[in-house]
């Protein structure tokens, strides 16, 4: 490469597709590209799509769009799971040079130097239902300074009836467990010291691997001295069992803040959603872990105006939210999403009840937010600090508690960013 070309990215969507998109800026820098803000001018502009709803791909086509508006000669690079649900479509768009599927990330650096070499249109997208093969891509360094996103599995097997990962994404898939304890060894000698293992599919971790589990990738994160804290991203209630709750207990750097995945409180709505749980296993689930830890954090996400939802199951679904009584609740309104079987399923419900619900859940679950910080009030908190603000000009440090609780801290001589703060 002659001349140094700068490269500006935009990671649409969740976590996993964070990491993608910082280990993909890390091999462009190896390779001697300058990394600039999306806003900037740059020669090649890399959208790291999303496709989760309908509204997921028309902000990502929208995304493509704006860059090929900002810079016209610029090349623009349009990868993951948007291309990988439209690859055929998008081939014959204008605003898009370069489309790279999932599976295929780690090959930008070479696909971007052929495409300055033909100036020819590429295309990089593979069958992902038929390969068993985990993309290995691994940071040294990540956005966060303080916490670090650690990408473990991908894929998912579940095929919920509204879901289009599992198209998107292909089948469960693990990352070797030498790889990943490998990476948080680096990431801990650059001065992380919280990991949060992510996935697609999490629970599913450790499935398609002989000797491994979830667990044991866990207890062995846990023996990295610089490592203080370990956080699970979201859950699927099935994995939560006796043997798996007390070993994470007996863990002193596991945090207790656990995103179960609920989607809905209603028995024939969890059947229509394909969602492979009760009502009542859920709930096990929940006291298992209250058995077990001291008040933990519990987590959820909710689908509102799901297809065939009547009055009587959105009640069903409010009381057990007010029942389990979450920390924290993600309303989502039903949106169909084309290629998945909820789209033509009958009795799709209007608009204006899915905002009247929504509206409902989000007021349930601001009360119960404010209700289980409140049992902190009095004690001891530890923080680890992650960033500095302003306010009102004055400067706080803020971070989060091992149960997630976010606090702001006055700056003192005794606080700074990295570092762990107690205080009453």
Same mark, same amino acid.
């Given at each position: 490469?002659?001349?140094?070309?700068?490269?500006?990215?935009?990671?649409?969507?969740?976590?996993?597709?964070?990491?993608?998109?910082?280990?993909?800026?890390?091999?462009?820098?190896?390779?001697?590209?300058?990394?600039?803000?999306?806003?900037?001018?740059?020669?090649?502009?890399?959208?790291?799509?999303?496709?989760?709803?309908?509204?997921?791909?028309?902000?990502?086509?929208?995304?493509?769009?704006?860059?090929?508006?900002?810079?016209?000669?610029?090349?623009?690079?349009?990868?993951?799971?948007?291309?990988?649900?439209?690859?055929?479509?998008?081939?014959?768009?204008?605003?898009?040079?370069?489309?790279?599927?999932?599976n295929k990330k780690k090959e930008i650096v070479s696909v971007l130097e052929e495409?300055?070499?033909?100036?020819?249109?590429?295309?990089?997208?593979?069958?992902?239902?038929?390969?068993?093969?985990?993309?290995?891509?691994?940071?040294?360094?990540?956005?966060?300074?303080?916490?670090?996103?650690?990408?473990?599995?991908?894929?998912?097997?579940?095929?919920?009836?509204?879901?289009?990962?599992?198209?998107?994404?292909?089948?469960?898939?693990?990352?070797?467990?030498?790889?990943?304890?490998?990476?948080?060894?680096?990431?801990?000698?650059?001065?992380?010291?919280?990991?949060?293992?992510?996935?697609?599919?999490?629970?599913?971790?450790?499935?398609?691997?002989?000797?491994?589990?979830?667990?044991?990738?866990?207890? *062995?994160?846990?023996?990295? $001295? #610089? @490592? +203080?804290?370990? =956080?699970?991203?979201? !859950?699927?209630?099935?994995?939560?069992?006796?043997?798996?709750?007390?070993?994470?207990?007996?863990?002193?750097?596991?945090?207790?803040?656990?995103?179960?995945?609920?989607?809905?409180?209603?028995?024939?709505?969890?059947?229509?959603?394909?969602?492979?749980?009760?009502?009542?296993?859920?709930?096990?689930?929940?006291?298992?872990?209250?058995?077990?830890?001291?008040?933990?954090?519990?987590?959820?996400?909710?689908?509102?105006?799901?297809?065939?939802?009547?009055?009587?199951?959105?009640?069903?679904?409010?009381?057990?939210?007010?029942?389990?009584?979450f920390y924290e609740m993600h309303v989502f309104k039903f949106s169909p999403r084309?290629?998945?079987?909820?789209?033509?399923? *009958?009795?799709?419900?209007? $608009? #204006? @009840? +899915?905002?009247? =619900?929504?509206?409902? !859940?989000?007021?349930?679950?601001?009360?119960?937010?404010k209700a289980y910080e409140t049992l902190f009030e009095t004690e001891e908190k530890?923080?680890?600090?992650?960033?500095?603000?302003?306010?009102?000009?004055?400067?706080?440090?803020?971070?989060?508690?091992?149960?997630?609780?976010?606090?702001?801290?006055?700056?003192?001589?005794?606080?700074?960013?990295?570092?762990?703060?107690?205080?009453?």
């Open positions: 490469m002659n001349q140094i070309r700068k490269v500006g990215t935009l990671t649409l969507g969740c976590k996993v597709n964070q990491y993608e998109t910082d280990a993909v800026t890390e091999m462009l820098e190896n390779a001697g590209y300058k990394m600039v803000p999306f806003e900037e001018e740059a020669d090649v502009y890399i959208i790291n799509t999303c496709s989760v709803t309908n509204v997921a791909d028309k902000k990502s086509m929208k995304m493509i769009r704006r860059a090929k508006k900002k810079n016209p000669d610029a090349v623009i690079v349009a990868m993951g799971c948007f291309v990988q649900a439209k690859a055929e479509e998008l081939e014959n768009a204008e605003s898009i040079d370069i489309l790279i599927g999932n495409y300055f070499e033909t100036h020819n249109k590429k295309t990089e997208v593979m069958d992902l239902f038929h390969t068993k093969d985990y993309e290995e891509l691994s940071l040294k360094k990540q956005v966060e300074h303080t916490r670090a996103y650690i990408k473990v599995q991908d894929g998912c097997n579940q095929f919920c009836s509204y879901c289009i990962i599992p198209y998107t994404r292909g089948r469960a898939r693990s990352r070797k467990k030498e790889q990943i304890l490998e990476e948080i060894k680096s990431l801990g000698k650059e001065g992380y010291k919280e990991v949060v293992l992510t996935g697609i599919h999490l629970s599913s971790y450790g499935k398609d691997l002989e000797h491994t589990s979830l667990l044991d990738l866990i207890q *062995e994160v846990s023996q990295i $001295e #610089e @490592i +203080k804290r370990i =956080r699970l991203g979201s !859950l699927e209630p099935n994995i939560i069992t006796e043997e798996f709750v007390k070993a994470l207990k007996d863990n002193e750097k596991f945090c207790p803040h656990f995103h179960l995945s609920l989607q809905s409180g209603c028995d024939e709505t969890l059947k229509r959603m394909n969602r492979h749980y009760k009502a009542v296993d859920f709930k096990e689930k929940a006291l298992l872990l209250r058995k077990y830890f001291d008040r933990p954090a519990l987590t959820t996400d909710v689908i509102v105006g799901f297809p065939g939802e009547t009055e009587e199951e959105f009640k069903a679904t409010y009381e057990f939210l007010k029942d389990i009584q084309k290629g998945t079987r909820a789209e033509s399923m *009958e009795n799709q419900v209007p $608009e #204006e @009840i +899915k905002n009247q =619900r929504s509206a409902i !859940l989000i007021e349930l679950g601001n009360k119960n937010k530890e923080i680890l600090i992650e960033e500095e603000i302003e306010e009102n000009e004055k400067t706080f440090l803020v971070g989060h508690t091992k149960r997630y609780i976010r606090y702001q801290v006055p700056k003192t001589d005794k606080t700074a960013v990295n570092e762990f703060y107690s205080f009453v």
